[in-house]
């Protein structure tokens, strides 16, 4: 077994202006909004983002909705591979799978995605979402999105 | 080549009470009301549900998020689920993966989850979310839902 | 609830010889012949196939590895995206999933795909598996498989 | 944005012998013998595995085949949660989803996989694979694996 470690990934900026256009998309969907999205950090080819949770984030048990943790999960991972557009191009979701690890019950989730394959075409990112509770963050969920890179004009 | 048909799914029913069961809990969580799903039907092994689309549910584009969508499959997923439960026991969503085909833009979306593998600890749907814009219905996302089955009294 | 029935896809054809195109490919890959899998029939947007299952495919307790059965629904469905190809063009597996719905055991798997959506980039397909012992086949697995249209000279 | 570390899982082992348990159960898939896998090293809650890559392994342009990295993630990330069995328990694989990140071409693959959620009836899993061309490895393709765990007695 060769003991080995994976190159990290470099990730090419091509819109050097790209910190000012995802603030600007960040909190542009109404539903980012409603839910309380908030952009904690990013830089190219990584994202991470909270959620101070409420009543209506959650199931009938008092756990966050899954719902709430995938979109949480989409909207970083989309974020994370928007820092490595173009000017012109936007992020649309192909798919996700995203696979709820443990009940989350706390006051904040928190999410962080990192970009794992930076195509021209298509944008592979992981995202990990936490929940704390006081000061104890425990992995809630992790999913796997496949984005695609379209220019706007064509869309 | 065998030219067959595979045999249809036969779901045998736990709970002789599930309607009742299911159309109390289907309401419950906060976020399920927050989002305005409706409950359209059901009957073992199936759920239809279906959304009045609001500016709320949308993304930047004008287009539905992919987290309502995501949303509405999982939860339509898991009520097709709970109408194969024993009394007292509950549906966890384990994982999810969605593919989202086309952009959703209409005033509608319905929902049809259908169980494939009825399993007493283990339950998989899938869900296909339709996009309905006057009268003409697309399917805009399908989801593969993997559910748990956990007695309540444990959890 | 509209009482509505989607409509069912059309499949635009860009290549009027993908029929030879497509029994020229099948059998090219080498892990697929050493496999065995057979082209049973396909037409435009959709693909079956079939295996002869030999104790190499099985797992330690007899059944068919998820493995097979994973290669058989990304191979089935690559075939039914294949069918909408234009000329000079290839398809590659962008990210598949696939629930295992039930322990395999018999003489034979035989798998269908559809293609769900046929975009210009990506095509998505799903693909079920199932295992035919006796006259009676049954549902094994079920797969989603999101497939990258590229051109072949610029890959 | 609190500055914070998960706290790295424990494992709790439940079968004393699972080091002599994984290594008997390992080889003796016929499938994974005729694919060649090797068993590279392994330790509770994690697994290491290896392929010295053959002609048959290949896809029809020289590539390894997607099956060929699903199974191996599907089998890494299975022994993986063979570790933490207790005696009498299987595991088995419920679904997984492997999103395929470069085409793969080498000499060697490489897979790691370990656990996230050691649940007592689902582990969940997350399997890296690494192609190694020289000393160059790269990552190729990651997956999510649900795996069920089972009671022999039981199945």
Redesign the interface.
Known sequence: ??N????PLEYRVRNPNFAAEVER?FY?????R??GFQL??FEAGSC?T?LMLQ???????GYV????Q??LA??TAGTAAATLLAEGQ?I????????????AKGEQL?CRAQV??PGA??I?A?AEV?C?SG?????VA?A?V?L?VVDQAK?
Do not use: C, W
Not at 55 to 61: G, P, Y
Not at 92 to 103: D, M, P, S, V, Y
Not at 135 to 139: I, Q, W
């Open positions: 077994m060769p080995f470690q994976a190159m998309v542009k969907a109404p539903f980012v409603d839910l904690a950090g991470e909270s009543e209506k984030h959650l199931q009938q048990d909705h899954a719902g709430v995938a979109t989409d909207h936007i649309l979701t192909a798919e996700f799978k995203i696979n709820l690890l443990r009940a928190y794992l394959k075409k298509l592979i992981e936490f704390l000061h104890n963050p425990e992995l992790k796997m496949t695609a869309q």
